[in-house]
């Protein structure tokens, strides 16, 4: 019998295990639309060819003495199945076969769902387009024709730890732990998640962004904290920052193609100090919160803290139950520092072969300790969605965003999960 | 096409009524389409039932022993005994059952649970050191059954089961020493269960060769 693959687990994705659980999920979901019905059996079939390819996928999470551990599955791939719950739920390491993620579709959408202990949202993307691709060959045999059997020559298998790769020796701590403002209220049901989709033309949107002298980016992030600012704070000061986790991916700026997590999170904070604010001032202001911190230098100093650690040999030493518990007091001391998660996937691309069969994705993150509503940036050709996923049963911060745009002139197009209604 | 002229946005969903401002739209036209999500209604687990249910008998069940045994009481409170089970099947289901654990794990805490159990009553109806003369090797020996099972059973993956032996063997050191101690005074069953434990990690390490090397590699890297 051949010997069973290992591999050590990236340095963010140590956090995962220690902290996830049925209320705090760490799962985030990326979904791809098509132009006609999902067939279960085939994507089942797409999904067992694709999986072998994909090592960062196909593994289990076993703990050592000292550290958990990636080991390769060696079960058939998960069940496809038809969407029958509530998004982003937890993915216990002892059920779904072990498999770290779930394949689910609903009319003609696939949803990839991920444990981010495996990867981050690039590597999200990378299997789901891949599993797209082989879907749309099997049951387009011209275009299995076209294309061949295999993957596509863009894809990246690769899996070093970057972290551990691009880092430098350095002892300032990159994280804050200054409290934040936190967005609080009455609490759907426990398992529910609140979705809600806003689809807008990204044409408009570079034109308004032109206008304030901001990126896409920068302007959305900026809208999410002030529709905050306005509606639980209503334009009052505050001794607490409204901020914003920004996770920043890493690649480009250490030349990386690896599947696994690489990116750290850069916080863009606004400081509600005086009487009122304006909206073109808070744009620039966040603006400029981030624009401080996005470059290789800084991005460098924020993971390079948490490498430090992890190659301390008396902090390696450590048992793992000890380890877990110093892991969840830091976790748990330091996961108020921000309101908000707003990241971005970025723009896909998809082979020109594949676009005409494809319509859309869509991505959004679970909650986690202390922020209760986070939005995720993903666009594909001409359209962006925002999606904005909560586990409050208010959605007077959604209003105040997408209100926010549509004054802007954005014309915005509303899709929600039904859990509103309910 | 479905409009809140309140939000001025356009709503995809199949509804009369502005998801973000619950206003009336206005509706012209042909609809916009979207996929949409299935309506999932949310299940109330059947094992959380299950637990409330025993939680409410199990309430009820203990205070009335416990104001049986003070009104008959004749030197020994059983009643603690029957308090320590029902916590015991207490955690068994909201720990093991409830918790979707990893049946290793379960086996383990299931029997360290059992074990403390046994030393628990052991001292409330006036210790006399069976409970960790023969409970406590008893149970390192039922690890040692269990371990050679799930390695039969499961013989394509036996390695998986060294670190569960190796928790076991140290246990049965930690029997030995509590003899040393003079907390053991009947070593017999003891010595057994080192002898057991060992002889089968041994085992495993020699005839297991290099997968049984690999998974020490795998559970002891630092």
């Known amino acids: 019998m051949a010997e069973i693959k290992w591999d050590k ?133 011209e275009l299995q024709e076209k294309m061949g059997d295999g993957l596509c020559s863009d894809t990246s298998l690769n899996r070093e730890d970057s972290y551990l790769k691009n880092y430098k020796k350095s002892h300032r701590k990159g994280y804050k732990t200054e409290r934040a403002y936190l967005v609080k209220g009455e609490k759907l049901k426990p398992l529910q998640l609140g979705v809600m989709h806003g689809y807008m033309p990204i044409q408009a949107l570079k034109k308004v962004c032109n206008g304030y002298g901001v990126s896409i980016n920068e302007y959305l992030v900026a809208s999410f904290l002030w529709s905050i600012y306005q509606e639980c704070l209503h334009g009052m000061p505050s001794g607490r920052p409204v901020s914003s986790c920004v996770p920043v991916n890493l690649r480009p700026y250490f030349d990386s193609i690896t599947m696994k997590n690489f990116f750290v999170i850069v916080s863009a904070v606004f400081r509600p100090e005086k009487e009122s604010y304006t909206f073109e001032e808070v744009v620039q202001i966040v603006a400029e919160s981030l624009r401080g911190q996005i470059n290789r230098e800084h991005l460098e100093n924020l993971f390079a803290y948490n490498v430090s650690n992890e190659k301390n040999f008396i902090l390696r030493a450590v048992p793992l139950f000890i380890k877990n518990i110093a892991i969840r007091y830091v976790y748990h001391s330091s996961a108020l520092a921000n309101t908000t998660t707003v990241t971005n996937i970025g723009n896909i691309q998809v082979r020109e072969e594949y676009q005409d069969y494809i319509d859309g994705f869509r991505a959004f993150l679970s909650m986690s300790k202390g922020q209760n509503i986070k939005g995720t940036i993903c666009s594909y050709r001409d359209t962006l969605v925002f999606t904005i996923s909560s586990n409050l049963a208010d959605v007077s911060v959604q209003r105040g965003f997408f209100r926010r745009l549509s004054q802007d002139g954005i014309p915005v197009r509303i899709e929600t999960n039904g859990v509103y209604d309910e | 096409m479905r409009e809140c002229k309140k939000c001025r946005v356009e709503i995809l969903d199949d509804t009369r009524v502005c998801p973000l401002c619950s206003s009336v739209l206005e ?182 060769d290099r997968r049984a090397k690999a998974e020490l590699k795998r559970r002891f890297h630092v």
């Open chain 2, 27 to 208: 509706i012209s036209g042909e609809p916009g389409t979207c996929t949409g999500y299935p309506d999932v209604k949310s299940t109330v687990r059947k094992l959380n039932f299950i637990v409330r249910l025993y939680s409410f008998l199990a309430i009820i069940a203990e205070v009335t022993l416990i104001i049986v045994n003070y009104l008959n009481f004749h030197g020994v409170w059983w009643s603690a005994v029957s308090g320590i089970c029902i916590l015991y099947f207490y955690i068994t289901l909201k720990y093991s059952l409830q918790k979707n654990k990893g049946y290793q794990t379960v086996i383990v805490v299931q029997v360290i649970g059992a074990v403390l159990l046994v030393i628990a009553a052991d001292y409330i109806v006036g210790y006399r050191g069976w409970s960790v003369n023969y409970a406590l090797p008893g149970a390192v020996l039922l690890l040692d059954v269990t371990i050679a099972s799930l390695m039969i059973v499961n013989a394509s993956n036996w390695q998986s089961y060294l670190l569960m032996q190796i928790f076991t063997a140290l246990i049965s050191i930690v029997c030995t020493v509590l003899w040393w101690l003079g907390i053991i005074t009947r070593p017999m069953f003891s010595l057994t269960a080192l002898a057991v434990s060992l002889c089968m990690l041994l085992g495993t390490l020699i005839f297991g």
């Open chain 1, 9 to 141: 687990l990236d340095n963010t994705a140590h956090l995962f295990p220690v902290i996830a659980g049925e209320s705090m999920s760490n799962v985030y979901r990326i979904s791809v639309t098509l132009k006609e019905d999902i067939r279960q059996e085939i994507l089942q079939e797409a999904l067992e060819r694709v999986l072998p390819w994909f090592d960062v996928f196909r593994v289990r999470i076993r703990y050592g003495v000292f550290w958990y551990y990636f080991e390769t599955n060696q079960k058939p791939a998960p069940d496809v199945k038809e969407e029958y719950r509530y998004p982003c739920q937890f993915i216990s390491p002892n059920r779904n076969r072990n498999y770290m993620f779930r394949v689910n579709y609903y009319k003609n959408r696939i949803n990839l769902e991920v444990f981010h202990v495996l990867t981050d949202g690039m590597g999200g993307i990378t299997f789901l387009k891949e599993l797209t691709y082989q879907y749309l060959r099997l049951v387009h045999p």
